[in-house]
């Protein structure tokens, strides 16, 4: 079955970086698109970034363009988020999500992934 596993997150002061991956198994991953999302206390969860299985095609929310970016390593069966510049905003546990269908582009739409991890928490403090 399909396990992702998220790591990297942590606690950083506004303005610094983290990098969260996601290493999946359990199905070829370079034919599935990827996401990361986040929910913060008493919040909807939020799309965050995709990548299609399209090299060098992917989305970001408007609230981290310019310091957040998403990445794939087929080889390694792994999906990146770099997160610069980080803000007490950007507080909340962080989950990647794979998407359900093989082929299909990249979507922000949490209905569109079948498969999550457990997530991992991210704390900027201000």
């Known amino acids: 079955q399909v396990q992702l596993v998220e790591s990297g997150g942590g606690l950083v002061q506004a303005g610094g970086s983290l990098r969260l991956s996601c290493a999946a198994s359990?199905?070829?991953?370079?034919?599935?698109?990827m996401g990361w999302f986040r929910q913060a206390p008493e919040k909807e969860r939020e799309f965050v970034a995709s990548?299609?299985?399209?090299?060098?095609?992917?989305a970001l929310a408007d609230s981290v363009k310019g310091r957040f970016t998403i990445s794939r390593d087929n080889a390694k069966s792994t999906v990146y988020l770099q997160m610069n510049s980080l803000k007490p905003e950007d507080t909340a546990v962080y989950y990647c999500?794979?998407?359900?269908?093989?082929?299909?582009?990249?979507?922000?739409?949490?209905?569109?992934?079948?498969?999550w991890g457990q997530g991992t928490q991210v704390t900027v403090s201000s």
């Open positions: 990548i299609s299985w399209v090299e060098g095609s992917l």
């Open positions: 359990g199905r070829p991953f370079s034919r599935y698109a």
């Open positions: 999500a794979q998407r359900a269908l093989a082929w299909r582009g990249l979507t922000t739409t949490p209905g569109d992934y079948d498969f």
